[in-house]
């Protein structure tokens, strides 16, 4: 299982773009810290991926600290890309291009509900 942390401006509209849209679960809501912060995880279906939907900390807004902090650039895999390209896309998942074949395989890259990009690559390419 893989676990990301992906910042957020907004966990609920986060929460509800990756639950309702994406087809993840919530496993965890609930308080963390003791300036009413919370700790929301949604895991994909399979169990293999679970994103933690971080609010940016005071601390990561301040520069000196925000470049001792992890960056992370990562891939959700499909077994099908065209077909993940279009349910999500029916749901309004925004897409800059349909997916496109590139030397490591086919591969395209959507926005969620807060502004991240994320890339989709298929997990097997047979052309």
């Given at each position: 299982?893989?676990?990301?942390?992906?910042e957020?401006?907004?966990?609920?509209?986060?929460?509800?773009?990756?639950?309702?849209?994406?087809?993840?679960?919530?496993?965890?809501?609930?308080?963390?810290?003791?300036?009413?912060?919370?700790?929301?995880e949604?895991?994909?279906?399979?169990?293999?991926?679970?994103?933690?939907?971080?609010?940016?900390?005071?601390?990561?807004?301040?520069?000196?600290?925000?470049?001792?902090?992890?960056?992370?650039?990562?891939?959700?895999?499909?077994?099908?890309?065209?077909?993940?390209?279009?349910?999500?896309?029916?749901k309004?998942?925004?897409?800059?291009?349909?997916?496109?074949?590139?030397?490591?395989?086919?591969?395209?890259?959507f926005?969620?509900?807060?502004?991240?990009?994320?890339?989709?690559?298929?997990?097997?390419?047979?052309?």
């Amino acid at each position: 299982m893989h676990k990301i942390v992906v910042e957020v401006s907004d966990q609920e509209r986060a929460k509800k773009f990756w639950t309702e849209v994406v087809g993840f679960e919530v496993t965890t809501d609930a308080p963390y810290g003791d300036d009413g912060g919370r700790w929301v995880e949604v895991t994909s279906a399979d169990g293999m991926t679970a994103l933690v939907l971080s609010t940016m900390s005071e601390d990561a807004k301040n520069p000196e600290v925000r470049d001792e902090l992890p960056t992370a650039n990562f891939f959700f895999y499909a077994d099908d890309i065209e077909k993940t390209y279009e349910e999500l896309s029916s749901k309004g998942v925004e897409f800059p291009a349909r997916p496109e074949k590139q030397p490591w395989g086919w591969w395209a890259m959507f926005t969620d509900s807060e502004g991240n990009r994320f890339a989709l690559s298929e997990r097997n390419p047979t052309s």
